[in-house]
């Protein structure tokens, strides 16, 4: 059995997963050099926001496995940032203020009637991987966020320049998850390398994080098939939305 990574080494293996991030995803590439339609970018909003409303079911899946008292209360501001504390509003809100800066109706979003089934599919099952694993890995697999600063940077250095249509009261979500997510950065990345010491553990650990990774590439492929190539599901026998819309299965 090959020998355990150092700490130094692991962190610089799992950044290096960079390299898959959804950044490099042709319809991200589209979106902030400005080649995105009105549709695109709606579609992707609107999409992207059952993400947003799934992230606190995640959550508070791993703190309901976990039975570290200090893990959890530090773990429990995920759930605040995006429900927001008693008083005040937090990133869901936030998304759905971006969303009716983009034109959208704010019922239409809520009801995730716009929602295709292969991001749906896709957030079900960062969920379900969520309740199943052990609190660790679960939290671990969040680590993708060692590189969402650069694309939340992106979206607030090219969008509005590209797109003038967009109210910039919409961009508030992209400016708060910039230090959010460093914070939660350090968090995720201190339980993850104090968890996984032997070789074994870090290379499962690098394919729950590359996981995570195909889980945001595949949202993105939905929705190029939708909104890009105009390949909707159903598209050859009709133009309506007739797919499931979160019904329980």
């Known amino acids: 059995m090959p020998q355990a990574l150092t700490p130094e080494a692991f962190e610089q293996a799992l950044r290096a997963k960079g390299a898959y991030y959804h950044i490099h995803h042709p319809y991200h590439v ?35 496995n976990c039975p570290d008292r200090e893990i959890r209360r530090e773990w429990i501001q995920r759930i605040l940032d995006h429900d927001g504390a008693p008083g005040t509003d937090g990133g869901i809100e936030a998304w759905l203020r971006l969303a009716e800066a983009t034109g959208l109706n704010r019922e239409q979003v809520l009801s995730q009637e716009l929602v295709l089934p292969g991001v749906r599919f896709a957030v079900d099952a960062y969920v379900n991987f969520a309740r199943r694993a ?20 992106s979206r607030l250095d090219s969008w509005p320049q590209h797109y003038p249509w967009i109210d910039p009261a919409g961009y508030e979500y992209f400016r708060t998850r910039l230090g959010q997510a460093r914070r939660d950065v350090e968090h995720g990345l201190h339980i993850t390398l104090a968890h996984y010491t032997t070789y074994e553990a870090q290379q499962r650990m690098l394919d729950i994080l590359q996981f995570k990774l195909d889980i945001l590439w595949t949202m993105l492929d939905a929705m190029s098939m939708a909104y890009e190539l105009k390949r909707p599901p159903y598209h050859t026998v009709t133009d309506q939305r007739v797919w499931h819309k979160g019904i329980p299965l």
């Open 30 to 64: 589209a979106m902030y050099e400005g080649r995105a339609t009105r549709e695109q970018i709606q579609g992707w909003v609107a999409n992207r926001f059952y993400y947003q409303v799934n992230i606190p079911l995640k959550d508070a899946a791993i703190l309901a």
């Open 134 to 153: 052990s609190w660790q890995e679960a939290a671990s697999s969040s680590l993708t966020e060692l590189f969402a600063p650069q694309i939340h940077q």
